[in-house]
């Protein structure tokens, strides 16, 4: 061989080398997170979510990646969002935010696996076949959010004794919502009280239902379980303050924003559970062997410091059933 074929061969073989000695690494999973609401109200949720993950060894930006989409409470977003995460080839999508989300995520990939979070029965609502087996490409947990409404209403009235009319807060157009109102007027009944359906599909609608509870003399509200309102929470909560109406809520984030109460599932807790569930998909695990979680514990939050500035004296039998007292 000739002394210059042979440096061009050398020089050939050593351009072409690092291509044959270092393979590209494989790119990292990617998570799709599709919640209703919006990121700075969902932010400690989304902590939780992380922290689940963590747990099964998956780090955010470090061997996972999690792309958002945030409908803003504008749930005609959400199958657009979901077609686009499927469109991503996103390895899981996490639909949060109530059954709307769940219910886009489903319709978008029968392929890709989902986890949810609902309020709702998730059989009822045709998510799964069964909570022990749930069949297909979806599994997640159950709140149970919708179901309290009438608890909330018995516990709304050991606070205000006096008021005969309460009004329920609810956002229409949901399964959730028809269910919770079923409930509450049933339990009205039981109380011998009357309930006053607003309704709110917008943050503009609140100041207009508070108007009505003013000029109608509503004694106390219960605000229905819905991710817009718990993603509206300070606005409702500074709204109820204005004009001294007592009300319940779902979730311990409206006591401590300066709600009168809470009652309701820890949503922190679920959305761990969410991002362990995640995490055990992205090792091989199948939805439908991974039975719907329920979150059973609920907890009773009193904040003493609205109380007093409501003028109502919390009965000690409250304070004592109490899982916190905000004072």
Not at 115 to 127: A, E, M, R, S, W
Request: hydrophobic residues 45%; aromatic residues 8%.
């Amino acid at each position: 061989m000739r002394r210059r074929e042979f440096i061009l061969l050398i020089g050939g073989g050593a351009a072409a080398w690092p291509f044959v000695a270092f393979p590209q690494q494989p790119a990292v999973p990617v998570i799709g997170f599709l919640n209703s609401t919006s990121p700075i109200e969902w932010a400690p949720f989304v902590k939780a979510f992380k922290k689940g993950l963590s747990e099964e060894g998956y780090v955010d930006g470090q061997n996972v990646a999690i792309e958002y989409r945030w409908a803003e409470g504008q749930y005609n977003r959400l199958p657009g969002f979901a077609a686009e995460l499927v469109a991503r080839r996103v390895s899981i999508l996490v639909a949060t935010g109530g059954e709307v989300a769940a219910q886009a995520a489903k319709s978008a990939t029968n392929i890709i696996p989902i986890v949810f979070t609902v309020g709702g029965d998730p059989v009822k609502l045709g998510l799964v076949a069964s909570l022990n087996r749930p069949g297909g490409n979806v599994t997640g947990v159950n709140l149970l959010t919708s179901s309290l409404a009438a608890k909330r209403l018995e516990i709304l009235r050991e606070l205000v004794p006096k008021a005969e009319l309460i009004g329920i807060l609810v956002k229409p157009g949901r399964p959730a919502a028809d269910e919770q109102i079923r409930d509450a007027r049933e339990a009205a009944r039981t109380l011998g009280l009357r309930i006053h359906l607003l309704e709110a599909n917008s943050v503009g609608d609140f100041e207009r239902a508070f108007a009505t509870l003013v000029q109608m003399q509503i004694g106390a509200l219960l605000v229905g379980s819905d991710p817009f309102f718990n993603s509206r929470r300070d606005h409702i909560v500074t709204l109820a303050a204005r004009h001294h109406i007592p009300a319940i809520y779902e979730t311990r984030e409206f006591a401590i924003a300066g709600g009168l109460m809470s009652y309701g599932t820890i949503l922190t807790e679920a959305y761990r559970e969410i991002g362990i569930y995640a995490g055990k998909i992205l090792k091989g695990a199948r939805p439908a062997d991974l039975p719907v979680q329920q979150a059973t514990k609920v907890e009773l939050i009193v904040n003493l410091k609205t109380a007093k500035a409501l003028g109502i004296t919390v009965p000690q039998s409250v304070q004592n059933r109490a899982d916190e007292v905000i004072e």
